[in-house]
């Protein structure tokens, strides 16, 4: 797949009105990939690359006076933007965001001024449209200072809608938005979108926390003894399961109604009211221990407020000075929290071979 850019002018045509006589083609923007959508949900590593190489793109037949839409060249966002114009005519414009989406790139500078000067440079946008107006979504607008770029390019912006779906009515209003089009909403179908790629990036490193557990539970004066590194720690693997769900699923659909504003406080919250019940089965899944039992049950309180945490990058709830604050006052504690859950362990250990 091509597109009209700077990086082969060689090879790259210049509009369809270049000045030059030549009547030029621009490709359209890419087909709508739903099998790809499924797996940029349940893979961060395919989701890191699912981009769209940056350039000028056309939706159904544009003309001179086609509105010229921006947006990242993340493929979630561009399919997207297809899907809603799918009746309409329009370019567009696709920046390089490094296949990050609108919304992160802007907070990262790469959604910005100088890769949109740029891209409407290379494009030569100035001989495909004969208006000087360009449409950019609302949640780029952090990233981008639409005077330099007016200044440097000749082009004005406009801030279309949040969702690209209110894209089609924004044009048909005169490119005026309604107070919902403004509005950043975040209901449950949307918390639960993501819950898939962190359930999974969650488990993946669980699975190495599985096996550090079993050595640990394996390890005996003697050795370590394999029949007791499963059967002593399937209970507390179970346990462990249950918190990468409560973090990962069971916290984004709770999220409006958790108290306090700190994801890092909201999961801790999230993670006593699950995990202290296990106390309920308190021989069977801690052999009546009360060190083993503390440990578990601190570590899993931390896991599961860390995997809330992670959260943040996801929601409307907050931005990147909040998330850095957060992180400030969380981390030690759940660098604490662990080595506490650690000595616990080996005290319970100990006690075990008779030390204690």
């Given amino acids: 797949m091509t597109s009209l850019d700077c990086n082969k002018p060689e090879t790259k045509s210049c509009g369809c009105s270049s000045g030059s006589g030549k009547k030029m083609l621009i490709p359209a923007i890419p087909p709508v990939d739903k099998w790809g959508h499924i797996k940029c949900r349940i893979s961060d590593k ?51 965001t490094k296949g990050i989406n609108v919304w992160c790139a802007a907070g990262k500078g790469t959604f910005g001024t100088s890769e949109l000067i740029n891209r409407i440079n290379c494009t030569k946008l100035d001989t495909i449209v004969k208006h000087r107006s360009l449409i950019l979504p609302q949640l780029g607008a952090p990233g981008v200072s639409a005077h330099k770029v007016t200044k440097a390019t000749g082009f004005s912006i406009s801030y279309g809608p949040i969702l690209a779906n209110d894209i089609p009515a924004y044009l048909e209003a005169g490119k005026e938005a309604t107070a919902d089009m403004r509005t950043i909403k975040f209901p449950l179908r949307d918390r639960m979108i993501l819950t898939p790629i962190e359930f999974f990036a969650a488990l993946r490193k669980y699975v190495w926390l599985i096996l550090g557990l079993m050595v640990f539970m394996g390890i005996e004066s003697s050795g370590i003894l394999i029949k007791p590194a499963f059967v002593n720690s399937w209970p507390l693997i179970i346990s462990g399961l249950i918190s990468v769900i409560t973090g990962s699923v069971l916290f984004p659909v709770l999220l409006p109604f958790i108290p306090f504003r700190s994801f890092a406080l909201k999961g801790m919250i999230l993670g006593i009211i699950v995990i202290i019940p296990s106390l309920l089965f308190y021989d069977k899944i801690y052999y009546g221990n009360p060190f083993l039992a503390s440990a578990s049950i601190l570590f899993n309180i931390t896991l599961i407020s860390f995997i809330a945490l992670n959260f943040t990058g996801s929601t409307p709830f907050t931005n990147i000075s909040g998330v850095k604050r957060e992180m400030k006052f969380s981390v030690p504690v759940y660098i604490s929290m662990c080595i506490i859950s650690s000595i616990l362990l080996i005290i319970f250990k100990l006690q075990k071979w008779g030390v204690v």
């Fill in 46 to 96: 395919f989701r890191m690359n699912y981009a769209v190489e940056p350039g000028l793109y056309s939706i159904g037949n544009p003309g001179e006076s086609s509105p010229v839409l921006v947006t990242a060249n993340y493929r979630l966002a561009c399919d997207h933007l297809r899907k809603a114009m799918e009746k309409s005519s329009a370019w567009v414009l696709v920046i390089d």
